[in-house]
């Protein structure tokens, strides 16, 4: 099996190889853009895209001209671009085009989230970041970087690459140039800050803390910083509250990693009681498997109702991925029909879940978040959670 695995990953690193001459051509092409820009790359398993808004809301905040390309947007020159289904960082023609029109426009600062894949295909070749954040590394993504010491050295290569590095203090800190953040412990902390963010959530606490960190080192005004980041009202599908008549409390969040789900579901979780807790999520096919069964559990744990249901189904069977994530839940006492509902179709998993609410309860609703999508058998079809709650609800 290690034999195995040792030849599966040396193949992946020549196919990444080949990625390059690619992103190459698209520096090329563009007339190395980036090198009039001061870039800031924002990676971690969870808080990527809240952190990236959050150090562009503070430098517009600060009267600079700045662009920004994350999983939801991106916005260049003030104009505001849809980056496409399920993409966290655009392919390498994409980036240098967007790095492109944001010297034309004479911006200064470009900020983008960087994820380990494309780390690991040289997307970012080229590019000298002036900062690299690390928010956070947690388990994801093993079906492609194989293991978890391959993952959290993919996404250490941004400190490589970059001048200044903020990274969480649970990472360490080696280095005069690297800046640590934390809710209790790092260079810039909760305890000494304080901040009163209207978003809620310890994890969101943390993005602001790294964003605050980022600001500094680009000597921003620390109390201009701090003041964009207590008015941050949050980004599209990220623990964003969908109002309603009937006294609940329905969040949609974009939580698809076991340590997202966890934080999420902890963090309604005490603002729940007295009321029930209501957890509705699925798991992506061709994604990492392991996590499925560890969401499972965590939701049985943290929930007092787990409805699982497609998340992007694509080419798996979405009953044997439904099992999967249920094996988890099962091991956390979870019954069938009492604590534990499986529901492929998701808009009947959320009818279902705002069915059973009762007043005072939550219904937290994770995995999709801001996409307008769902992939079946490789096709791409309308979907909203937001819509699926507002059908629910009028039904």
Not at 67 to 77: E, T
Not at 117 to 143: K, M, S
Not at 205 to 213: F, G, P, Q, S
Not at 324 to 341: Q, T
């Amino acid at each position: 099996m290690k034999k195995l695995i040792k030849r599966l990953i040396s193949q992946e690193r020549v196919n990444n190889f080949l990625h390059l001459p690619k992103t190459i051509l698209a520096n090329i092409l563009y007339g190395f853009p980036t090198r009039r820009l001061i870039v800031i790359g924002v990676t971690g398993t969870d808080g990527k895209t809240t952190t990236t808004n959050m150090i562009y809301q503070i430098l517009r905040g600060a009267g600079k001209k700045v662009s920004m390309v994350s999983s939801i947007n991106a916005i260049m020159g003030g104009k505001e671009y849809d980056t496409g289904f399920h993409v966290s960082s655009p392919d390498p023609l994409t980036v240098q085009k967007f790095a492109k029109e944001a010297v034309s426009n004479k911006d200064q600062y470009l900020v983008l989230e960087v994820t380990s894949h494309a780390l690991d295909q040289y997307r970012f070749w080229g590019i000298n970041f002036e900062v690299g954040v690390i928010t956070n590394i947690t388990h994801d993504h093993l079906d492609y970087h194989k293991t978890s010491g391959n993952y959290h050295k993919t996404k250490l290569k941004l400190i490589k690459m970059s001048k200044f590095s903020v990274v969480n203090e649970n990472l360490g800190k080696s280095g005069g140039k690297i800046i640590t953040f934390g809710l209790c412990k790092g260079d810039f902390n909760q305890r000494d800050i304080k901040l009163k963010l209207k978003i809620i959530g310890d994890y969101n606490i943390e993005n602001a803390l790294a964003a605050l960190a980022v600001a500094c080192v680009l000597n921003i005004d620390k109390k201009i910083a701090q003041k964009v980041l207590e008015s941050f009202s949050g980004v599209a599908g990220r623990m964003e509250e969908v109002k309603n008549k009937l006294g609940i409390k329905i969040i949609v969040d974009f939580a698809s990693t076991p340590n997202a789900l966890e934080q999420a579901l902890k963090t309604l979780r005490t603002q729940a009681r007295p009321g029930r807790m209501i957890a509705v999520f699925g798991s992506a096919s061709e994604r990492d498997i392991q996590k499925r069964p560890m969401m499972g559990k965590i939701s049985a744990k943290l929930a007092d109702v787990t409805i699982i249901c497609d998340e992007d189904p694509r080419f798996e069977n979405r009953n044997k991925i439904i099992e999967e994530i249920a094996e988890g839940a099962y091991k956390m006492g979870a019954k069938n029909g009492i604590s534990l509902f499986k529901e492929a179709d998701r808009q009947k998993a959320i009818k279902l879940a705002i069915s059973l609410a009762k007043k005072g309860d939550t219904v937290g609703i994770f995995g999709k978040g801001h996409e307008r999508s769902m992939n079946y058998h490789g096709v791409e079809k309308p979907w909203s959670d937001f819509t699926a709650v507002k059908e629910a609800l009028n039904g």
